[in-house]
């Protein structure tokens, strides 16, 4: 079973920032958070991740609270190409991704 | 981004049929490589762990004899659907994990198949 809980769906605006969050309340001190997402019909594409620390891409911001049982995903200015499911996962390096349900962002005009 | 490349991206085969589908690593080794299978409107489902050289383990509920798998290098595993009937149509995917390097898994882009 999946890790992690998720909003089922969340909205935003484009050009608005969109913030998705999770929680891992039983995450390990070995596992990483891990998101990807998927737009309809492909593969999951990797975005972030991380173990302790912030992070940041070119493509989104990962906040991982202090006591590492919750994250937040931020996409500083979501386009309409943003909308697909996002998945948040946790796991030790090395091992299979297990995928739960995510949260459908919806980026709308 | 490393690149991981699936073939063919879709196929249609009659029932009974075997269908094989292709996992590659474009530009890095993998040992390991992961199998998914993912129904409409369901998330990704874990088949199967494809490790180079030794058999793969299958998750529970996966019939090993019918989703055969061969990880023969570093840089390809093999999926095949054998004796294949229309409850498996599906779309199936594929991850590997870098051997050095960072810990992100790189996915392939899919393999619709559709059973008839």
């Known amino acids: 079973d999946a890790k992690t809980t998720q909003p089922t769906s969340m909205d935003c605006a484009e050009g608005r920032a969109a913030n998705l969050p999770c929680n891992h309340s039983?995450?390990?001190?070995?596992?990483?958070v891990y998101w990807y997402r998927q737009i309809h019909s492909q593969g999951p594409q990797y975005i972030i991740h991380g173990l302790k620390n912030n992070e940041t891409n070119e493509m989104a911001s990962l906040i991982i609270t202090e006591d590492r049982k919750s994250s937040t995903l931020i996409l500083p200015h979501a386009t309409l190409r943003d909308t697909a499911v996002y998945y948040c996962?946790?796991?030790?390096?090395?091992?299979?991704?297990?995928f739960g349900k995510g949260t459908t962002l919806s980026v709308s005009s | 981004g490393a690149v991981v490349s699936q073939h063919p991206s879709w196929v249609i085969c009659k029932s009974g049929t075997s269908v094989k589908i292709e996992c590659r690593s474009l530009d890095f080794q993998a040992t390991t490589m992961f199998w998914y299978r993912q129904f409409p409107k369901q998330s990704l489902m874990l088949m199967a762990t494809s490790n180079e050289g030794s058999k793969a383990t299958y998750e529970q509920g996966v019939e090993k004899d019918k989703f055969l798998i061969n990880h023969a290098s570093l840089t390809l595993s093999t999926l095949t659907v054998t004796s294949a009937h229309p409850e498996d149509s599906s779309f199936y995917i594929c991850?590997?994990?870098?051997?050095?390097?960072?810990?992100?898994?790189?996915f392939g882009q899919g393999t619709r198949l559709t059973v008839v």
């Open positions: 996962i946790v796991r030790a390096a090395g091992t299979a991704l297990i």
């Open positions: 991850s590997a994990n870098r051997i050095l390097g960072n810990t992100e898994a790189f």
């Open positions: 039983t995450i390990s001190g070995n596992e990483y």
